[in-house]
């Protein structure tokens, strides 16, 4: 069955960085794309980047662009997320996901049919 595990969260100060993991197992990773999410307190899950099964190319939110890194190592079967320059903004529970076959490709959660159980990310200020 699939499974994806998140690591990698914490407590950080502003300005700061953080790595998180998400470990793949169940399916082809190589195959899918796969993306990282988050959801903040009252607020809806929201799509931050995702990424290509083999090329690499990358999709990110305007919220992070220039600050966090979307990487995967297909023969470990991880995906990543580098976050730097955080800001209290960035809090949220952040999850990794894997793409539906085929519907189109972008940052919308509906598009997303596997969820890992969230990483908590906390930024103060």
């Known amino acids: 069955q699939v499974q994806l595990v998140e690591s990698g969260g914490g407590a950080v100060q502003a300005g700061g960085s953080l790595r998180l993991s998400c470990a793949a197992s169940g399916f082809t990773y190589s195959s899918y794309w796969m993306g990282w999410f988050r959801q903040a307190p009252g607020k809806e899950r929201e799509g931050i980047a995702i990424?290509?099964?083999?090329?690499?190319?990358?999709i990110y939110a305007d919220s992070v662009k220039g600050r966090f890194t979307i990487s995967r190592d297909n023969a470990k079967n991880t995906l990543y997320l580098q976050m730097n320059s955080l800001k209290a903004e960035d809090t949220a529970m952040y999850f990794c996901?894997?793409?539906?076959?085929?519907?189109?490709?972008?940052?919308?959660?509906?598009?997303?049919?596997?969820w890992g159980q969230g990483t908590q990310v906390t930024v103060s200020s």
């Open positions: 990424i290509s099964p083999s090329v690499g190319n990358t």
């Open positions: 996901a894997r793409k539906n076959t085929g519907g189109g490709v972008g940052l919308n959660p509906t598009n997303f049919g596997y």
